[in-house]
């Protein structure tokens, strides 16, 4: 019986094919022309990221809880933030917040190669087990505190953060191509501003603001 309800929930059905193109005419009339973006939300089935009970709900343009406090972004707000990071194929991406997963697998998709930290140990155990981790092998996950960043592997083309930043960590700043660019929603509260910081020769950034959005905290440290 387990075999059978697990085959259901990773069975992605003309269905579930449909509802994902209505998803993406939703979010390109909210504004996200980036062609390579819209492919990629089309070609990923969301309702595998979720557990089956959202199954009904998953193509809604909306925000769900998963575990530990987290949630999956609502499919506008990941195409907003890949757009504004003007992905590009082989690209290295640090990608801070795994969460779902779901952020990293469009990048993925998009043939960037991607690196994930995530700090909630439960959210990352569960990467072990992504069902399309075969699919991506341009997918890197860790274990590890967002705000140190990937020294290791650095420099990066890109870096995304997927949670609320209280400022611009320096050090993921450093670990930047001159060039580069980050995209980060900045401010502590309800709502924080978008921004997409570029890296210049002389290691200063430049700064572009765009709309407000309200994501769960990044914090520091990480929760075994």
């Not at 990923?44 to 972004?73: M, V």
């Not at 981790?133 to 890197?140: E, F, L, S, T, V």
């Not at 572009?208 to 520091?220: C, I, R, T």
């Amino acid at each position: 019986m387990l075999l059978i309800i697990l085959m259901r929930k990773y069975d992605d059905t003309y269905r579930h094919k449909g509802l994902r193109k209505k998803l993406v005419d939703i979010i390109r009339d909210k504004g996200i022309n980036d062609e390579a973006v819209l492919t990629a939300i089309n070609n990923i089935p969301r309702h595998f990221f979720l557990d089956s009970a959202f199954d009904e709900i998953a193509y809604e343009d909306r925000a769900f809880p998963i575990a530990e406090g987290q949630t999956i972004s609502q499919p506008y707000t990941v195409a907003y933030q890949t757009q504004l990071l003007q992905v590009k194929p082989f690209e290295k991406i640090l990608e801070i917040g795994t969460g779902s997963i779901y952020q990293a697998t469009v990048l993925a998709e998009m043939k960037a190669q991607v690196f994930t930290i995530e700090r909630q140990k439960v959210l990352f155990d569960r990467t072990k087990h992504f069902v399309l981790k075969g699919k991506y092998p341009n997918m890197k996950f860790f274990y590890g505190d967002g705000y140190e960043g990937l020294p290791t592997y650095a420099p990066f083309d890109k870096v995304i953060i997927t949670a609320a930043a209280p400022f611009i960590p320096p050090k993921l700043v450093a670990q930047l191509k001159t060039g580069g660019k980050m995209v980060i929603p900045v401010d502590e509260g309800a709502q924080q501003r978008m921004l997409r910081l570029t890296k210049n020769a002389d290691d200063n950034t430049s700064e572009e603001a765009f709309e407000n959005f309200s994501f769960v905290p990044m914090l520091a440290g990480k929760n075994g």
